[in-house]
């Protein structure tokens, strides 16, 4: 059965150092795999799109970025995180017209 | 391009009673329509989908929506709320028969008054 794994779940960072989320699917090949932020209270953000490896869409410009180095992994970067990037960060993947499948999330607190 | 409304923000129901939860989509061919919803903390869990056929479609957890064309409509519906249902719930819209890209609504949470 394909399952998705996101870590870390929470994670505290100062303001102006890196960060990296990592997502992985098992059980699938050749997924589309997206990134979302939910800010409090706020609905669902895109941000990055993946269709295969080495290949990403940004949907807004910011402060992040997203890389695809297998095809079942896809990352979720910054060099310098901002205070404004705080909230829920959500990986999902989807393969076919079976809507998505998504992580459990990780909480990300810039302090 | 499409989009997807949920007009309500917030609602709050007694335990026991009927739930509606209102979801309009803008899309120029057939939609693909989901139902997802997410407990405090968690990710997103797919509670049911439309692609074709039988307009009104069963979902886990009790839950129904039904597709009405002719008012760009995907009610979810459950005739029985449970305390264990306070979540938010999405709606969204997938772009064409590739199946990419997903549109999501605001989101309506849910709360269940005992």
């Known amino acids: 059965s394909q399952t998705i794994h996101q870590w870390p779940a929470t994670l505290v960072q100062p303001v102006g150092s890196p960060l990296s989320l990592e997502c992985t699917v098992e059980?699938?090949?050749?997924?589309?795999l997206y990134w979302y932020r939910q800010a409090a209270g706020r609905g669902l953000q895109l941000l990055f799109y993946?269709?295969?490896?080495?290949?990403i869409s940004s949907e807004v410009p910011q402060n992040l970025s997203a890389s695809r180095p297998q095809d079942r992994q896809f990352i979720l970067s910054s060099k310098k995180l901002l205070l404004s990037d705080s909230g829920f960060y959500l990986c999902?993947?989807?393969?076919?017209?079976?809507?998505?499948?998504f992580g459990s999330g990780t909480r990300l607190t810039v302090v | 391009a499409q989009s997807v409304t949920q007009p309500d923000i917030h609602i709050t129901v007694s335990e026991g009673a009927s739930l509606e939860l209102r979801c309009n989509y803008s899309?120029?061919?057939?939609?693909?329509l989901f139902w997802y919803v997410q407990s405090p903390g968690q990710g997103l869990q797919l509670l049911l989908k439309y692609f074709s056929g039988d307009t009104l479609v069963q979902g886990i957890k009790g839950f129904e929506a039904e597709f009405k064309r002719s008012q760009s409509s995907f009610n979810l519906r459950k005739p029985s709320v449970h305390w264990s249902d306070a979540a938010e719930y999405f709606c969204?819209?997938?772009?064409?028969?590739?199946?990419?890209?997903?549109?999501f609504g605001g989101g309506t949470r849910l709360m269940v008054k005992p």
């Open positions: 993946s269709v295969g490896i080495g290949q």
């Open positions: 999902a993947w989807q393969q076919g017209n079976y809507g998505y499948t």
């Open positions: 969204a819209v997938g772009a064409d028969n590739a199946g990419n890209m997903l549109t």
């Open positions: 899309y120029g061919a057939t939609p693909y």
């Open positions: 059980g699938t090949s050749n997924p589309n």
